[in-house]
């Protein structure tokens, strides 16, 4: 279904207030900036900015695009013959190489970076969050899997997917910091997954395992 003209004014609307935003943040930083300046600049009332963001974080990290599900959706979205890791290490190659925003490979990238590491308030979500999708992602594979409630195999297997989740997050990061462009951060991520991919063994990489359509 294409979009409506109602929808497609509320999403431009949404992504100007964000832009406008993150380029105050930028520019002052993210605690020297007020929800009403960020609504003056973008010319919107305050109860509009509201209305898109229930919080001053999330115009930096919107729930969409960091969700707490973000692990357990991408598994259980998975291909049938596909295991939980693999469906994690084939959508993070795809956001790589599609130089998603969502991983932080999008050009400008760093500034924001050293904007949200000066700020303990988005340093504390992005840490909650981390914990949040592990957690999140060990609750599907225990259902999937049927294992018993005292059963640790589902978070462990959890925290390894979460914690190479994490690894990439943190090399690009590293990386935009050192002030590397996004193709040549890009290239080493990729290779990194790779190495990571074979460290994993054949236990994780087998583990849940969606079984082929009758």
Partial sequence: MSE??????????????????IGLFVEHGF?????NEVAAAAEVSVNTVYNYFSAKEDLVLP?????????ADIVRERRPGESAAEA??????????????RVGLDEGFGRVLEMMRAA?????????LGHQMTDALADV??????????????????????????LVLSEIGRRTADGERPDEI???????????????????????????SA
């Fill in 186 to 212: 890009a290239a080493a991520v990729l290779r990194l997954i790779d190495t990571a991919q074979d460290v994993l063994g054949e236990r994780v990489l087998a583990y849940a395992v969606r079984e082929e």
């Fill in 31 to 35: 605690d020297n900036v007020t929800i």
């Fill in 63 to 71: 729930p969409e695009e960091a969700s707490p599900r973000r692990l």
């Fill in 120 to 128: 303990p308030t988005l340093t504390a979500r992005l840490e909650s």
């Fill in 141 to 166: 594979l225990a259902e999937e899997t049927g294992a018993a409630p005292d059963d640790p195999l589902p978070r462990v297997m959890a925290w390894h997917i979460g914690s190479l989740h994490a």
């Fill in 4 to 21: 409506g003209l109602r929808e497609r004014k509320k999403r431009q609307t949404r992504q100007r207030i964000s832009d406008v935003a």
């Fill in 88 to 101: 994690v290490l084939a959508r993070l190659r795809e956001e790589v190489r599609g130089r998603a925003r």
